[in-house]
């Protein structure tokens, strides 16, 4: 060790440990301190008096640099240029090699490194326990040692991942979290908004604010494409040109859709082979309008909504067969009636005067050709005929019927209507507030930001253009006579007994006189 004439102490760098008596120092490594001031320094230098500084302690500041003459912090380690800067630590367990133990270092583009170059852990601790891992294989573990996932939460009860922003706030009622306790998992957005799930860089699914689940749809609308799952408890489903649902209950028969009313089935509809089983628990009724049309009872029988008030079928909408193990029964309690007379002269008169005739129907020549079968009957228009040639008008009387109807329609679609989506209040992406930061001499090294609260997007559903719909012709406007063969008949058996009457009154007189 050397003291020059300025009182500053050299040991040499390279013969100390070989030379400790040595005070010839000239062109040497050197470690230097200055008796006068609070700074010790290890210097190289190839002449005394042109030194470059190497490590520097600040004992005012208690603040070591390395490379840096100033240094800023307890320590700092200083290259010039675009340099890489590294610490480096091994152990006889690592290696001593580049490639070996453990790095902290700054690139040589500015970004800041962490670097285990081991076949092991990185363990971050806080109050003498591990809280953050990351494992060779590069699972991230927060509250485990052993991450067995890109990224492992655990605590021992209730785990959670949070991500707030500043205007959800901070708190653990604030923002959004995933966690699990026991064995129950759960998604919670702690905030009065929604909960968006996207594929393809799309929004397919939300979960809104009042927790209606919306799917292929952003807002409750039955103008737009998409399923509503309401949170009272309600199903929609809209589609355009497709069917809304299917149902599919594979390998068995029975129920598809179950109807209960206040937890008691009432009915279902299933399948059962290749049919179509509507199934009521009790009676199966048809309404229109909250009005009862028709009822399938219990036993079977089909009746009407009300007694007496419906037909079935109509003029232009007739059932061309009815099948029956036994007649019809129509009313005739006498309770039920008034003016109850002999059947009228004349009306006989005219009952006389219509005939049976065999005929073919034309529809059933049209469809079935020569295999269309004969039928016997009366000529409706006949039977006018034969009352008006009495002076009788035929549709006084029940036995003759006329209908007439106008053009009957059904609306289809052409064109489907066109909607657009209208933009009310436009999304705002929000900005979390950045605080302005200074260095040491008062630069600004960090721009303050002011805080941007989100904005979600509303939109609506505008008509552009109305639906193009037609009518289409069902059925074309026409006229149709008709009898009831029931009452002819009984006019038929009057005609019949008058005649009978007649007949024998004429055999019970003595011969040769006159009626």
């Given at each position: 060790?050397?003291?020059?004439?300025?009182?500053?102490?050299?040991?040499?760098?390279?013969?100390?440990?070989?030379?400790?008596?040595?005070?010839?120092?000239?062109?040497?490594?050197?470690?230097?301190?200055?008796?006068?001031?609070?700074?010790?320094?290890?210097?190289?230098?190839?002449?005394?008096?042109?030194?470059?500084?190497?490590?520097?302690?600040?004992?005012?500041?208690?603040?070591?640099?390395?490379?840096?003459?100033?240094?800023?912090?307890?320590?700092?380690?200083?290259?010039?240029?675009?340099?890489?800067?590294?610490?480096?630590?091994?152990?006889?367990?690592?290696?001593?090699?580049?490639?070996?133990?453990?790095?902290?270092?700054?690139d040589t583009d500015g970004d800041a490194q962490i670097l285990q170059?081991?076949?092991?852990?990185?363990?971050?601790?806080?109050?003498?326990?591990?809280?953050?891992?990351?494992?060779?294989?590069?699972?991230?573990?927060?509250?485990?040692?052993?991450?067995?996932?890109?990224?492992?939460?655990?605590?021992?009860?209730?785990?959670?991942?949070?991500?707030?922003?500043?205007?959800?706030?901070?708190?653990?009622?604030?923002?959004?979290?995933?966690?699990?306790?026991?064995?129950?998992?759960?998604?919670?957005?702690?905030?009065?908004?929604?909960?968006?799930?996207?594929?393809?860089?799309?929004?397919?699914?939300?979960?809104?604010?009042?927790?209606?689940?919306?799917?292929?749809?952003?807002?409750?609308?039955?103008?737009?494409?998409?399923?509503?799952?309401?949170?009272?408890?309600?199903?929609?489903?809209?589609?355009?040109?497709?069917?809304?649902?299917?149902?599919?209950?594979?390998?068995?028969?029975?129920?598809?859709?179950?109807?209960?009313?206040?937890?008691v089935l009432v009915g279902s509809i299933g399948?059962?082979?290749?049919?179509?089983?509507?199934?009521?628990?009790?009676?199966?009724?048809?309404?229109?309008?909250?009005?009862?049309?028709?009822?399938?009872?219990?036993?079977?029988?089909?009746?009407?909504?009300?007694?007496?008030?419906?037909?079935?079928?109509?003029?232009?909408?007739?059932?061309?067969?009815?099948?029956?193990?036994?007649?019809?029964?129509?009313?005739?309690?006498?309770?039920?009636?008034?003016?109850?007379?002999?059947?009228?002269?004349?009306?006989?008169?005219?009952?006389?005067?219509?005939?049976?005739?065999?005929?073919?129907?034309?529809?059933?020549?049209?469809?079935?050709?020569?295999?269309?079968?004969?039928?016997?009957?009366?000529?409706?228009?006949?039977?006018?005929?034969?009352?008006?040639?009495?002076?009788?008008?035929?549709?006084?009387?029940?036995?003759?019927?006329?209908?007439?109807?106008?053009?009957?329609?059904?609306?289809?679609?052409?064109?489907?209507?066109?909607?657009?989506?209208?933009?009310?209040?436009?999304?705002?992406?929000?900005?979390?507030?950045?605080?302005?930061?200074?260095?040491?001499?008062?630069?600004?090294?960090?721009?303050?930001?002011?805080?941007?609260?989100?904005?979600?997007?509303?939109?609506?559903?505008?008509?552009?253009?109305?639906?193009?719909?037609?009518?289409?012709?069902?059925?074309?406007?026409?006229?149709?006579?008709?009898?009831?063969?029931?009452?002819?008949?009984?006019?038929?058996?009057?005609?019949?007994?008058?005649?009978?009457?007649?007949?024998?009154?004429?055999?019970?007189?003595?011969?040769?006189?006159?009626?």
């Amino acid at each position: 060790m050397a003291i020059d004439s300025t009182n500053q102490g050299y040991i040499d760098a390279q013969n100390y440990a070989n030379d400790p008596n040595n005070v010839d120092v000239p062109d040497r490594d050197h470690q230097k301190y200055s008796e006068g001031i609070d700074t010790f320094q290890l210097t190289q230098q190839q002449d005394v008096t042109d030194l470059t500084s190497v490590i520097t302690a600040d004992a005012i500041n208690d603040r070591v640099g390395i490379n840096e003459a100033t240094p800023l912090r307890e320590l700092h380690i200083h290259k010039d240029g675009a340099t890489q800067v590294a610490m480096h630590l091994t152990n006889g367990t690592t290696g001593k090699d580049v490639g070996s133990g453990f790095d902290f270092q700054l690139d040589t583009d500015g970004d800041a490194q962490i670097l285990q170059r081991e076949n092991g852990r990185l363990l971050l601790y806080t109050n003498n326990a591990v809280r953050q891992t990351i494992d060779s294989a590069g699972n991230v573990g927060i509250g485990t040692s052993a991450p067995v996932r890109d990224l492992h939460v655990h605590d021992a009860s209730t785990a959670y991942l949070m991500l707030s922003n500043n205007t959800s706030g901070q708190t653990t009622a604030d923002g959004f979290q995933l966690g699990q306790e026991g064995l129950d998992t759960f998604m919670i957005n702690r905030e009065a908004g929604h909960m968006r799930f996207s594929t393809n860089n799309t929004e397919a699914m939300r979960l809104d604010s009042s927790q209606n689940l919306l799917v292929g749809k952003t807002s409750i609308s039955s103008a737009v494409a998409g399923c509503e799952i309401k949170s009272g408890g309600q199903l929609f489903a809209t589609k355009d040109s497709d069917y809304c649902a299917r149902f599919n209950r594979l390998t068995t028969d029975g129920a598809v859709i179950q109807i209960q009313q206040a937890g008691v089935l009432v009915g279902s509809i299933g399948t059962e082979g290749t049919k179509l089983d509507i199934n009521g628990g009790g009676s199966l009724a048809f309404s229109i309008n909250g009005s009862e049309k028709v009822q399938v009872e219990s036993t079977g029988i089909t009746r009407p909504g009300t007694d007496n008030t419906q037909s079935l079928g109509k003029a232009s909408f007739r059932w061309s067969t009815v099948y029956a193990g036994t007649g019809s029964i129509n009313t005739s309690d006498e309770r039920t009636k008034t003016e109850v007379v002999d059947v009228e002269t004349l009306a006989m008169d005219a009952g006389d005067l219509i005939s049976v005739k065999q005929f073919k129907f034309k529809d059933a020549v049209e469809s079935k050709g020569s295999d269309a079968r004969l039928h016997f009957g009366v000529i409706a228009q006949e039977v006018k005929a034969a009352f008006e040639s009495v002076g009788l008008d035929g549709f006084a009387y029940g036995v003759l019927c006329y209908d007439e109807w106008e053009d009957e329609f059904k609306t289809v679609t052409v064109e489907p209507a066109v909607y657009e989506t209208n933009i009310i209040t436009p999304a705002v992406e929000g900005v979390e507030a950045v605080a302005e930061e200074l260095n040491e001499d008062g630069d600004v090294i960090v721009e303050a930001v002011e805080a941007v609260e989100a904005v979600e997007e509303v939109t609506e559903q505008v008509l552009v253009t109305p639906a193009v719909t037609e009518e289409q012709l069902v059925t074309p406007a026409g006229n149709r006579y008709g009898v009831r063969y029931d009452e002819l008949m009984a006019l038929k058996i009057a005609c019949l007994e008058r005649k009978l009457s007649k007949s024998l009154r004429h055999d019970s007189l003595p011969q040769g006189s006159n009626l």
